[in-house]
């Protein structure tokens, strides 16, 4: 017998896993770049960049076979992603890199 997650916990796993990468990984990038003296616009596109990267295999897959499983995927990483790069500035900026 096949059971499979509902799309809720799939999307909110994913969603969760791309905060934490991308939320801990933008604050550490900040402290980095303070330190080496880099812009943080300069920090905040490549950030973006990456978080494509990340989301491009379920885009493709989507994209090229209509894969219900993959948009699941990519909204999860998506909206994951999304939240990430838009709080990590203000949690960077109360710690004082920004």
């Not at 896993?17 to 939320?23: D, H, I, K, N």
């Amino acid at each position: 017998m096949f059971h499979a997650f509902p799309d809720e916990y799939v999307r909110a796993q994913l969603a969760v896993g791309a905060l934490v990468l991308f939320g801990v990984s933008r604050v550490i990038g900040a402290a980095v770049g303070v330190q080496r003296g880099w812009r943080i616009s300069t920090l905040t596109r490549c950030f973006i960049g990456a978080a494509v990267v990340f989301c491009l295999p379920q885009l493709v897959d989507w994209v090229a076979y209509a894969s219900h499983g993959a948009l699941v995927e990519l909204q999860g990483k998506a909206a994951g992603c999304a939240v990430a790069l838009f709080c990590a500035p203000i949690v960077s900026h109360k710690l004082g890199y920004e």
